[in-house]
T-cell receptor
Framework: EDQVTQSPEALRLQEGESSSLNCSYT??????LFWYRQDPGKGPEFLFT???AGEEKEKERLKATLTKKESFLHITAPKPEDSATYLC??????????????FGQGTILTVHP | DSGVTQTPKHLITATGQRVTLRCSPR?????VYWYQQSLDQGLQFLIQ???????AKGNILERFSAQQFPDLHSELNLSSLELGDSALYFC??????????FGPGTRLTVL
């Protein structure tokens, strides 16, 4: 069974203080790893897809990386508007899972001004 | 705005009742997914439809059912509701089985 573990559960940063969120996964075969941002009471907002180890994607202050066992979401010089829950999800290759995403529990990021 | 719409935004009902949640995917997307999000379980996959056909099933209860119509909109039917069914229900859509774009959700409260 696919498993996704995110750490830490919560992270408090000062504005400008860079850090990383971790997503460890166990799957039979990885088709893709996805990062989403979710604000309270809203739907998850797509950020990145990573398909193979060594791949990196960047968007503004965010950078996602992927290894064979984990992914990191690096946040450089965060701003208060980056405060949100960051969700990691995996999609399995083959079998009958098709488009199913298995999500981690998320990391709640709070950035103080 | 992801382009995925869901109605209603909020739904309050009583135990034992039946409700229908509606989702319209992004233009051009053939796949529709339903997810349930509760505080203790996180985001859980329920079911996927592709161009009108059921494609993948998660831990969806037998009391729940879904369908995708010829115009590609989808409905999730929840029956014999229990207190524990209170949650946020999200619909997502995708062109193939890549990036999924989520709607704003329907918050279901069962009293």
């Amino acid at each position: 069974e696919d498993q996704v573990t995110q750490s830490p559960e919560a992270l408090r940063l000062q504005e400008g203080e860079s850090s990383s969120l971790n997503c460890s996964y166990t799957v039979s075969g990885l088709r893709g790893l996805f990062w989403y941002r979710q604000d309270p009471g809203k739907g998850p907002e797509f950020l990145f897809t990573l398909y193979s180890a060594g791949e990196e994607k960047e968007k503004e202050r965010l950078k996602a990386t992927l290894t064979k066992k984990e992914s990191f979401l690096h946040i450089t010089a965060p701003k208060p508007e980056d405060s949100a829950t960051y969700l990691c999800a995996v999609q399995t290759a083959g079998g009958t899972s098709y488009g199913k995403l298995t999500f981690g529990q998320g990391t709640i990021l709070t950035v103080h001004p | 705005d992801s382009g995925v719409t869901q109605t209603p935004k909020h739904l309050i009902t009583a135990t034992g009742q039946r409700v229908t949640l509606r989702c319209s995917p992004r233009s051009g997307d053939l796949s529709v997914y339903w997810y349930q999000q509760s505080l203790d379980q996180g985001l859980q996959f329920l079911i996927q439809y592709y161009n009108g056909e059921e494609r993948a099933k998660g831990n969806i209860l037998e009391r729940f059912s879904a369908q995708q119509f010829p115009d590609l909109h989808s409905e999730l039917n929840l029956s014999s509701l229990e207190l524990g069914d209170s949650a946020l229900y999200f619909c997502a859509s995708s062109v193939d089985e890549g990036e999924q774009f989520f709607g704003p959700g329907t918050r279901l409260t069962v009293l």
